[in-house]
């Protein structure tokens, strides 16, 4: 009842257990959650854990799923996320699929710092991200600025011995605001981990450079790469030099765009 009145889009098990307890001789306070299945649209979380704990100083909260199906059938084996709140900062450790023996895995430590309620900056102070047993590195200048009118992007480079994509620039409401992907020697089966369900195998290396300005209205995209060795599915088509233009236009959910392809 309460999920139909106050949350009808989740689906939260019956089975579901909520305890808690307060002090009132020291202001301190825990809350315990847990329930065997959790939905949410098309995303499934399974063995689900959320623990609460805090004063009127500082909150802390360790959040578990044993397994979370997402919508397009793959899934992430094991999630944690552990916060803690103090003076308008908080530190948090993400886990995902956090396993030695698996070759997809993920793990992220940082902070958010909270300057007003919409204005924040989100630092990721180390990350361990393994892709097909491949371990790549986060460039520790990143930070994510959010505020009402954009989101600022700086540094959020990821490479791996020789690979490298790396995102800059600003998510807004301005054609003047552009975020910048820039690809380097990147390998395209390091996708294939993604693209599993849809039963499509990608083969390549691509070089060059996206971008996305006016996301938040009618949000446009430009890219001139070149990819080499590209093969789909084992079908090797050769190189290709692609430049691509598209606009989204929100209102009528239409498309324009413009393309030149090359295969050699």
């Given at each position: 009842m309460i999920t139909e009145n106050f949350l009808p889009s989740w689906t939260i098990d019956p089975q579901t257990i909520l305890s808690g307890s307060l002090n009132t001789m020291n202001g301190t306070f825990r809350l315990d959650f847990s329930s065997p299945d959790i939905r949410y649209g098309g995303i499934h979380f399974l063995q689900n854990?959320?623990?609460l704990n805090g004063d009127a100083q500082t909150l802390s909260m360790d959040v578990n799923a044993g397994r979370v199906n997402l919508a397009?059938?793959?899934?992430?084996?094991?999630?944690?996320?552990?916060?803690k709140t103090?003076?308008?900062?908080?530190?948090?450790?993400?886990r995902l699929a956090d396993n030695d023996t698996l070759h997809n895995r993920g793990k992220f430590k940082g902070s958010f710092d909270f300057y007003s309620a919409?204005?924040?900056d989100m630092h990721f102070d180390?990350?361990?991200?393994?892709?097909?047993?491949?371990?790549w590195s986060l460039d520790?200048?990143?930070?994510?600025?959010?505020?009402?009118?954009?989101?600022t992007i700086h540094h959020l480079n990821f490479s791996n011995r020789g690979e490298a994509i790396k995102i800059e620039g600003v998510i807004g409401d301005s054609i003047s605001q552009n975020l910048a992907i820039e690809f380097s020697s990147f390998k395209l089966d390091n996708l294939n981990p993604f693209l599993h369900q849809s039963n499509l195998v990608l083969g390549g290396v691509i070089d060059g450079n996206a971008y996305l300005s006016n996301v938040r209205k009618n949000a446009q995209m430009e890219t001139d790469l070149h990819i080499t060795d590209l093969?789909?599915?084992?079908?090797?088509l050769g190189c290709c030099c692609h430049h691509f233009e598209i606009?989204?236009?929100?209102?009528?959910?239409?498309?324009?765009?413009?393309?030149h392809q090359r295969f050699g």
């Open positions: 854990g959320i623990n397009d059938s793959s899934y992430i084996l094991g999630l944690n996320l552990s916060s103090s003076n308008n900062h908080i530190s948090y450790l993400l919409s204005h924040f180390s990350s361990q991200i393994i892709i097909q047993n491949q371990p520790p200048e990143n930070k994510i600025t959010f505020d009402s009118s954009a989101i093969s789909v599915n084992s079908d090797t606009q989204f236009r929100a209102k009528n959910c239409c498309s324009e765009y413009w393309s």
